[in-house]
């Protein structure tokens, strides 16, 4: 039998923007007393309608808490070469403290070879292989702004991990990857006993149903199911898809992993889909980015 629980939901809007004015008051403090003004470069390559939005609000975000932010463009069709030296100059660049190349790049670019190519020091997204080693070393480290992110919403809400059974669906280097090790680790949050569900996971729901945290994280629009969690789980949705939507201005609108009427009367706690995540994405590289111009 299910019991319906009273949900809360994670506002990931109030939570980034507290820690938005917490930074705020930080660059405040730092400019008065003459010190350095963290500085974050977006790189965008190409003309993606989503990576568009990301990149100018990472940038709009910067101004309104007092960074200096740069935004270098390039058309889909520049070279890798061309791409790996303009990631150079930027590395050399001493006044600029993290910058990020915003993905998916073109296919003809080797993502991997360009995340690489980023100075670990400037790597704010936290990509760069030294940084996710660390990351799962425990070490100090740029942690990559999504999984950073969640864990920030955990813990700002004092929601209690160790020992919880926590599934994470998906295994991507930017967010399911990150997020297992983030769950596993001796630390707070974290401290979970952690399974990774991906695309050759034979019955998910077997998995999912014995979950206290689940995190879904493979970009398919309302993946999770309210027959797929169990009662007083804590659910983040990471998913965004774009469904197209005639009643909307822009024409879509954004759509989580989870099938959020289903499922959230059974949750505990549940993230948003917009509201969510997202936000926590674009504080956590703007906590990131402070902590570059801090160390440097
Ligand atoms: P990705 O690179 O495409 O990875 C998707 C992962 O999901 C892969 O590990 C894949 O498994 C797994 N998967 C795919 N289909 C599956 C299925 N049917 N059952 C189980 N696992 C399946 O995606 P991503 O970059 O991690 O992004 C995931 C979603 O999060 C997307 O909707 C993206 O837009 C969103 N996102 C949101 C934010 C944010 O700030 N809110 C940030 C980043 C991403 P295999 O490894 O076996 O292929």
């Known amino acids: ?122 790597d704010v997204d936290g990509f760069h292989p030294e940084n996710v080693g660390k990351m799962a070393l425990n070490l100090p480290t740029f942690i990559s702004a999504t999984p950073y992110g969640i864990v920030q919403l955990l813990e700002r809400y004092s929601i209690e991990t160790s020992g919880k059974n926590c599934v994470v669906i998906g295994r991507s280097h930017i967010v399911g990857l990150p997020m297992s090790i983030l769950m596993a680790r001796k630390a707070k949050p974290g401290n979970c006993t952690v399974t990774v569900c991906h695309s050759r996971t034979q019955n998910i729901k077997e998995f999912t149903l014995n979950a206290d945290i689940v995190i879904v994280a493979l970009g398919s629009a309302e993946f999770l199911t309210g027959d797929m969690v169990k009662d007083g789980a804590v659910v983040i949705d990471v998913g965004i898809t774009r469904v197209k939507d005639d009643s909307k201005k822009s024409g879509y609108r954004l759509v989580g992993d989870v099938k959020f009427d289903e499922v959230a009367p059974k949750c505990s706690y549940i993230t948003p889909v917009p509201g969510g995540v997202g936000p926590m994405t674009i504080a956590s590289l703007l906590k990131n980015t ?5 160390s440097s």
């Open 1 to 122: 039998m299910t019991t319906e629980t009273t949900y809360q939901l994670l506002d990931g809007k109030q939570t980034s923007n507290d820690i938005k004015e917490e930074l705020a008051i930080e660059v405040e403090k730092i400019s008065k007393s003459g010190g350095t003004i963290p500085h974050l470069a977006a790189v965008l390559v190409g003309d993606d309608g989503a990576s568009e939005t990301y990149v100018n609000a990472k940038v709009k975000a910067c101004e309104k808490i007092g960074f200096k932010s740069s935004l270098y463009r390039y058309p889909s069709s520049i070279a890798e070469d061309a791409l790996l030296s303009k990631i150079e100059e930027l590395n050399n660049d001493d006044s600029l403290h993290g910058f990020i190349v915003q993905l998916p790049l073109p296919d003809h670019i080797d993502e991997q070879k360009v995340k690489e190519a980023v100075s670990p020091e400037k």
């Open 290 to 294: 402070l902590q570059a111009a801090k």
